[in-house]
């Protein structure tokens, strides 16, 4: 086969498989999973009901959710040996780690069905569970059952909080599980998808994409958004914290993004429940809000001309803040989101699998060199 001999440094503008699953509109500022798009799929859908959508290709009836429903909360719960599991991780490794250790351990003994759709939802359903009870035990405290009837966004806040959630936590999470669970073939994505072309299991492919979201330049930048906010402290430092940033050429985080050049269709929906929830929590919440405003303004005067806005990091920490979920678990709750997007980008690819095996452009030594005997090396 004949191919052009070029590199595309990080496959930038190179199309590496077919996905009927996301659009990203860059244009307009506008995603769609499946045609749908994903601010009404979160106003009005659930992240169970996106779930089916993104594994199945379609919505689905009504007894259709329910069945599948079912299925994702019967492996919510965590059998003893899971969650002897999850603790012995936790205790060792920080959050992601933890997720992919509890994969790890799946995927060393996956359960004997054939159907990858099997796996994928059993997969699906245990993330929240599993996260919850690794905030748990890394905070000190005893791990608690998963409650599935909260659904998975409930549930996840009822166990990092210890409490029955309030209503607008649940909806909150679940709006944000909603608009992480898909976006195309990001660096996690793909790697997942290298991992599946070789036909290794759906719980290793998961492994590759939580290790590579893991990694600063993917996930992550929630949490940097979140100190940054914390260290302008006060709405009224924020202009002179931007100059100051600016000048020593550090990046406001949870501004510009490789795709978006205009503003993020999720990060417009976060906003909005961002205000909501300094209005409902107060307090400290309603202070981190009001500083991102007005740094908001003050860097898309600084910066919009350069296509830098808002992304979706820069909104959430408030959010999750309001929900009760700790910094240090901003990427894994992102991560148990995409969870649903990596098994469904695998379970698509291998409806036509192909070994994922690119060339390298060599750049070594010319062939021929003469091995000196290491006593006659000068
Ligand atoms: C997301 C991100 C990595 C995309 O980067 P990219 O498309 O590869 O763009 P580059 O890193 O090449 O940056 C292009 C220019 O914009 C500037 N820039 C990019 N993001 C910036 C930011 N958040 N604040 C200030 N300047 C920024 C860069 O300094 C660079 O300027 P230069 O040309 O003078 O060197 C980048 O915008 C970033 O680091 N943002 C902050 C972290 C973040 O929010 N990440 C979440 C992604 S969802």
Redesign the pocket.
């Given at each position: 086969m004949e191919t052009a001999q070029r590199v595309y440094k990080g496959l930038e503008g190179v199309y590496v498989l077919e996905s009927s699953l996301c659009l990203i509109d860059t244009e307009h500022g506008k995603l769609y999973y499946l045609g749908y798009d994903v601010e009404e799929l979160a106003e009005k859908s659930s992240y169970e009901e996106v779930s089916y959508l993104l594994l199945h290709g379609r919505l689905p009836k009504r007894p259709e959710l329910e069945e599948f429903v079912g299925k994702l909360r019967s492996e919510m719960r965590l059998t003893p040996e899971e969650m002897r599991d999850v603790q012995y991780a936790a205790k060792r490794t920080g959050p992601m780690d933890a997720l992919a250790a509890f994969y790890l351990f799946a995927s060393k003994d996956p359960p004997q069905t054939k159907d990858p759709m099997e796996h994928a939802i059993r997969a699906v359903a245990k993330a929240g569970s599993v996260l919850g009870n690794v905030v748990r035990v890394q905070r000190g405290e005893e791990p608690m059952e998963p409650q599935p009837e909260l659904g998975i966004a409930g549930n996840l806040v009822y166990l990092v909080t210890s409490k029955k959630p309030e209503q607008y936590q649940t909806e909150f999470l679940d709006d944000i599980l909603i608009l992480h669970a898909e976006h195309g073939v990001p660096a996690s994505t793909f790697g997942a998808v290298v991992t599946a072309s070789t036909l290794s299991d759906i719980y290793s492919s998961i492994v590759t994409g939580l290790m590579t979201l893991k990694g600063p330049?993917h996930g992550g930048?929630a949490e940097?958004?979140y100190y940054q906010f914390v260290e302008i402290g006060d709405p009224n430092r924020v202009e002179s914290w931007l100059e100051r940033a600016?000048a020593e050429?550090r990046?406001?985080?949870?501004?510009?993004?490789?795709v978006y050049k205009i503003y993020d269709p999720r990060a417009r929906y976060v906003k909005a429940m961002a205000a909501r929830a300094a209005e409902l929590a107060g307090g400290r919440v309603k202070t981190l809000y009001e500083i991102a405003v007005r740094l908001e303004q003050a860097a898309i005067e600084r910066?919009s001309a350069?296509g830098?806005y808002p992304?979706?990091?820069?909104w959430t920490p408030i959010v999750y803040t309001a929900i009760g979920i700790p910094p240090g678990y901003f990427t894994a709750v992102f991560a148990v989101s995409r969870v649903v997007g990596w098994v469904a980008h695998v379970v698509e690819y291998w409806k036509d699998n192909r070994l994922i095996r690119p060339l390298h452009l060599y750049t070594g030594p010319e062939s021929g060199q003469r091995y000196v005997p290491i006593e006659e090396r000068g």
């Open positions: 330049l930048a940097a958004a600016l050429k990046r406001v985080m949870g501004f510009g993004h490789r910066l350069r830098l992304n979706v990091d820069f």
